[in-house]
T-cell receptor
Framework: SQQGEEDPQALSIQEGENATMNCSYKTSINNLQWYRQNSGRGLVHLILIRSNEREKHSGRLRVTLDTSKKSSSLLITASRAADTASYFCATVYNTDKLIFGTGTRLQVFP | ETGVTQTPRHLVMGMTNKKSLKCEQHLGHNAMYWYKQSAKKPLELMFVYSLEERVENNSVPSRFSPECPNSSHLFLHLHTLQPEDSALYLC??????????????FGSGTQLSVL
């Protein structure tokens, strides 16, 4: 399988703490994307990072990419209860289609 | 709202029924997708349409039949489904013709239960 695999599978933190999720993949990529999914809803795109980029920021989100280790991380700083969701990384498959991992379930307690 | 609307939100059907899922995007995108999301499994790409032509069929059983009458609408026709087909079915669209540099816009999904 060439899907991304997120780690950990589940993460519970208190509001105000930082949350870090990791994604590992198996083959060379053009880009890697992170998505968020609230329970029973569709996915929402968060960030796209290209293979020639090492770090990208969007508000409280910071994504890093290490192509030598075939891994990416998503950091959410100063987390809020509203950040409670599942987070997925998505990588390119050989037909140029996005393939998603199983996700990290993040629970932020007030 | 993401600009992608799916109906119905919930559907319960028997194994002998025929039903259809509908997806409409209001974003002017050229590519549309069906994904299946089962519990504890990665999202599975089912079908991709680019400019109304099917460009991907990921070995999906024939009991699932997609239809894309125009670039704004996508249907998934269901017949003689099995209980293991129960899942959240997600529709998505992207600006370009299905390239991986595109970000996807998802609908809220149809939660399907097959009895």
């Amino acid at each position: 399988s060439q899907q991304g695999e997120e780690d950990p599978q589940a993460l519970s933190i208190q509001e105000g703490e930082n949350a870090t999720m990791n994604c590992s993949y198996k083959t060379s990529i053009n880009n890697l994307q992170w998505y968020r999914q609230n329970s029973g809803r569709g996915l929402v795109h968060l960030i796209l990072i290209r293979s020639n980029e090492r770090e990208k920021h969007s508000g409280r989100l910071r994504v890093t990419l290490d192509t030598s280790k075939k891994s990416s991380s998503l950091l959410i700083t100063a987390s809020r209860a509203a950040d409670t969701a599942s987070y997925f990384c998505a990588t390119v498959y050989n037909t140029d289609k996005l393939i998603f991992g199983t996700g990290t379930r993040l629970q932020v307690f007030p | 709202e993401t600009g992608v609307t799916q109906t119905p939100r919930h559907l319960v059907m028997g194994m002998t029924n025929k039903k259809s899922l509908k997806c409409e995007q209001h974003l002017g995108h050229n590519a549309m997708y069906w994904y299946k999301q089962s519990a504890k499994k990665p999202l599975e790409l089912m079908f991709v349409y680019s400019l109304e032509e099917r460009v991907e069929n990921n070995s999906v059983p024939s009991r699932f039949s997609p239809e894309c009458p125009n670039s704004s609408h996508l249907f998934l026709h269901l017949h003689t489904l099995q209980p293991e087909d129960s899942a959240l079915y997600l529709c998505a669209s992207s600006q370009g013709p299905g390239g991986a540099n595109e970000k996807l816009f998802f609908g809220s999904g149809t939660q399907l239960s097959v009895l």
